[in-house]
């Protein structure tokens, strides 16, 4: 029988994806599905089980890929896997397994939609209309859920309807194209039956699904699977949507304010979150405080001094990091990164190794630079303890993600890319070349979505990780990195999944 875990009358289903004895949890009270899902509530319960999957670290945790990229760097002690991948070196088991947390996690949430999507025609007294949305929404996340997967570790196995544990010993991965139009063609499906409203309450919406198949298409096109035409038309689509939902760039002329004002806690639910992972004091997401912060008991990642040296001067100047200086800079900058001279509760930090901040000391880093955002929720004097939304689309990604495709097509991309420059308050461009407008593009996503999960896979999307990642000159000698074309596009597949499952091989690379 399939089993189902109910805690506090809404039901968080563990999906048995493996049998490692790490990853099987008891329930604290279960009951067949077939006794769940006879009403409607249960069904709205299990449609909540299915969105609660989105705060897992293996979906949630952006700033673990961050630290792959050229962003940030992994600390060894807390990701040894992951800053052990962005050395270039074969992995090592560690206590947070964040690459089977990516895998795992995944699972867990599709496994919560494949099991709502088998019951859901048989519960009555609930409208056709309320029953179709439901269908619409757990299809939508399964499909974001294989999106992750398919960017971050290629083929994987494709299932469609829950799967119970002996069956998924015996499963096998699935080609790689054939996911990717599976996940295209149902986010094209639900988003003909989801209404397009403002993404208020953390539910998905018409735009917010059209917005994600565009970011899927425009990555395809990056890959030469897609013609930049079609990416262009998803992408239009998807704006237009948004636009008719009430969605917009946020930007009061107050580039100081703007930007920083996206990600506090009294903003959540702001206009320019087309979709986000929602988080409260009573259902809270991952400790930003505890892993990515100067007070970090566990820190996971820090910021790298290459982020940091990409951000122009206010005025639009290039800075050069002989300047050494963070005085008026983007003011981004400050939002995004914890650095020397920025004041928090009282105490300005010194950017130094054990500097004085917050009444207690910092710890020390490599560049002694920390995320700013998501790890404060007011930029004064509150932390983030897992309570503050995450973005997965922001209006700016289509407006950038626009331009993008225009320029490849050889529309006009300056209307789109300055808007988004213009609530920074940087000074509009024009006159480049082709090659040279999309650098500008490419740059502008990476200082605007620092830390939201985007740069690694725009690095691999676009092919240029290994140039970005094995050019960077490191701040100690003890820090190595290292990306290796040809292997380091795919995770390695979790190797306790292979072990189980002789069916499962690893990725490229890493046998």
Known sequence: MKKIIIIVSLIILLANISCDDELELEPVNSTTAEDFYTNANNLRSGLYGIYSALQNRGIASFSRLEGMSDNCIS??????????????????????????????????????????????????????????????????????SYMNLVYLLGEVPLLSTFTERDAILRVS?????????????????????????????????????????????????????QSWVNALSAVNTALTEANNGGSMLIDTDSPDLDYQSLFNETNEGNAEFIFSIRNNSTDLGENYLNNYSWQAGALFTYVHQNLAD???????????????????????????????GLSFGGAT?????????????????????????FVTTDFSTTWNEGTLDLPVLRYADLLLMQAEAL????????????????????????????????????????????FEGLRWFDLITLGIAENSINGIQEERADIIRGFTTGRNELLPFPQSEIELNANLSPNPGYN
């Not at 964040?98 to 048989?122: C, K």
């Not at 050069?320 to 005085?327: L, R």
């Open 407 to 450: 320029n490849e097509t050889g529309g006009d991309s300056y209307p789109q890319l300055n808007a988004v420059r213009d609530r920074a308050g940087l000074p509009a461009l024009s006159g480049l070349s082709q090659d040279e407008l999309r650098d500008a593009i490419i740059l502008e996503r990476r200082l605007e979505f620092a």
């Open 75 to 144: 600390d060894g002690t807390f990701i040894p896997d992951i800053a052990a991948y962005s050395t270039g070196e074969s992995f090592v088991s560690g206590q947070f397994r964040s690459v089977e947390l990516f895998y795992s996690d995944n699972y867990v949430l599709i496994q919560r939609a494949n099991l709502l999507l088998d019951n859901i025609d048989g519960i009555p007294a609930i409208s056709d209309e309320e029953r179709e949305g439901i269908r619409a929404e757990a299809r939508a996340l399964r499909s974001y």
């Open 173 to 225: 991965s699935t080609p790689r194209n054939e996911v990717i139009k599976f996940v295209l063609d149902e986010f094209e499906a639900t988003a003909g039956v989801l209404a397009n409203t403002p993404a208020t309450d953390g539910r998905l919406s018409k735009q917010a699904v059209l917005g994600l198949r565009a970011r899927a298409m425009l990555y395809e096109a990056r890959l030469g699977n």
């Open 349 to 373: 930090y010194d950017g130094t190794d054990n500097g004085g901040f917050v009444g207690a000391n910092s710890i020390g880093t490599a560049t002694n630079l920390f995320q700013h955002k």
């Open 310 to 340: 990409a951000y122009s001067y206010a005025d639009g100047t290039e800075y050069s990091p002989t300047d050494d200086t963070y005085i008026d800079r983007d003011p981004r900058l400050s939002a995004n990164v914890m650095h020397e």
